[in-house]
T-cell receptor, first 110, second 112 residues
Framework: DAKTTQPPSMDCAEGRAANLPCNHSTISGNEYVYWYRQIHSQGPQYIIHGLKNNETNEMASLIITEDRKSSTLILPHATLRDTAVYYCIVKNSGYSTLTFGKGTMLLVSP | DTAVSQTPKYLVTQMGNDKSIKCEQNLGHDTMYWYKQDSKKFLKIMFSYNNKELIINETVPNRFSPKSPDKAHLNLHINSLELGDSAVYFC???????????FGSGTRLTVV
């Protein structure tokens, strides 16, 4: 599975949009982009995933560039409860599992 | 109604002991996993089961033996516990190999 690169930390003001970038320049055609987050002392939580098209659900939006070499997770109105480590993971559709990197520590402040 | 439940939540035990961690999912998922999160917070896959069959074993010492009595359960038995086994262990499940994973709340194992 392709590797991903994320900034180690980001800050966001409460109520503002949080835009978390991820680079995956070696992604191949059958690999999906997944986003998870882990709030302190809890299990990781699935947020969203996509292949080529932009995706949106009740938690977030995923924007994937046309060349698929990078993506951005958007939390439209960040709250204090969104403070967590966010993981961008690239995985193919076959017999492989999620491989977690270091992620981005997002701190949402009042 | 908990989707993926693990027991116990905390486990403190002495070196050399044998212990088990249980995991159950009520989501009707076909695939289950065990992950280990060490003190540096890295999450690493240990095992993956699909329909009760082991499909992935990521170079885990054979002191660790997963058991899947049915699709809804994946238990982890650890023999001869060592200090380095101290970590948080997460169970997870997914409908298939492509879908999102649902994680349990973790079992914090401390070996003294």
């Amino acid at each position: 599975d392709a590797k991903t690169t994320q900034p180690p930390s980001m800050d966001c003001a409460e109520g503002r949009a949080a835009n978390l970038p991820c680079n995956h320049s070696t992604i191949s055609g059958n690999e999906y982009v997944y986003w998870y987050r882990q709030i302190h002392s809890q299990g990781p939580q699935y947020i969203i995933h996509g292949l080529k098209n932009n995706e949106t659900n009740e938690m977030a939006s995923l924007i994937i560039t046309e060349d698929r070499k990078s993506s951005t997770l958007i939390l439209p109105h960040a709250t204090l409860r969104d403070t967590a480590v966010y993981y961008c993971i690239v995985k193919n559709s076959g017999y492989s599992t999620l491989t977690f990197g270091k992620g981005t520590m997002l701190l949402v402040s009042p | 109604d908990t989707a993926v439940s693990q027991t116990p939540k905390y486990l403190v035990t002495q070196m050399g002991n044998d212990k088990s961690i249980k995991c159950e999912q009520n989501l009707g998922h076909d695939t289950m996993y065990w992950y280990k999160q060490d003190s540096k917070k890295f999450l690493k896959i240990m095992f993956s089961y699909n329909n009760k069959e082991l499909i992935i074993n990521e170079t885990v010492p054979n002191r660790f033996s997963p058991k899947s009595p049915d699709k809804a359960h994946l238990n982890l038995h650890i023999n001869s516990l060592e200090l380095g086994d101290s970590a948080v262990y997460f169970c997870a499940s997914s409908q298939d190999l492509q879908g999102g994973y649902t994680f349990g709340s973790g079992t914090r194992l401390t070996v003294v």
